[in-house]
């Protein structure tokens, strides 16, 4: 039997993911801030994920880290909830994942535009909430989100490496801009025209079920033999951007 949690699973690219692993038949327990989720949990904060953990039962076949908050978040709170959640919730859930289930954690094509070298982005991800509230003190919201998308990066390849013995597969999903939600907030960060560039670009933003289909895959067994790596699903827009 296939149980699959689903976090940021009430809205945009987490919605379409869960109604998507429905139709599959599997279960989903899904998690997020907002009432209704099977676990509310507010991810920014370290109690309320431990709680949320322990609440959880196993055996667990897939677990799809997709909650996220964008730039105009403050940086603490981007760093906790992109970056610190999903690395500790995922950690503490460990006892409870199945031998040879699927983890996904929805990142960012934005994560490449942060250049720290990666001892420093496993500095953050092995500091937990300390390590990230004093980078925190340091950058502002746009910096904070990119460093966030970088650190899932990262955390996505050091978590395959651990989990490999279990036959555990942990891979990363980085959209470009998608039409949920959030696109409103990226448009008061980094500014419309930036998001109009890339649009002009691919052609359009991307669709949640588009970024959806992507995950999916990557908690099926029709991905066994991919384990450690980014998808891009940007419609293109990290090569044309780079040509
Ligand atoms: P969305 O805003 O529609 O959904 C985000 C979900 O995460 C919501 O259900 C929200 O309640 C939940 N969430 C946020 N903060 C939380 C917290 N503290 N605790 C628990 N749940 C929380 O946005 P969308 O687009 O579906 O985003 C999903 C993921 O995709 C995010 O990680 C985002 O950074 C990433 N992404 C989105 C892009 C876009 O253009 N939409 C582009 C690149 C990445």
Redesign the pocket.
Known sequence: MSRILV????????AALTAQLRSDGHTVLTL???PGADIV????DIAAIDSAAARIEGPLTGIAH?????GTAPPAVILA??TVAPARLNHLLEPKLADGAAIVI?A?V?GHRCLWPEPQVRALIEGGAQAANAIAATVDGVEAYQISKRGALVWASMAAAALHPRGIRVNAVS????E????RD?EASIGKDRLDAAAALTGRHGR?DEIAEAVRWLLSRASRWVNGIELKVDGGYHALRSA
């Open positions: 976090t940021g699973a009430m809205s945009g690219i987490g997020d801030r907002t949990a507010d991810l920014s997709v909650a996220g908050v964008p909830v992109n929805v960012s934005t959209p470009g801009p998608v949920t939600p959030i696109l990226f949640p």
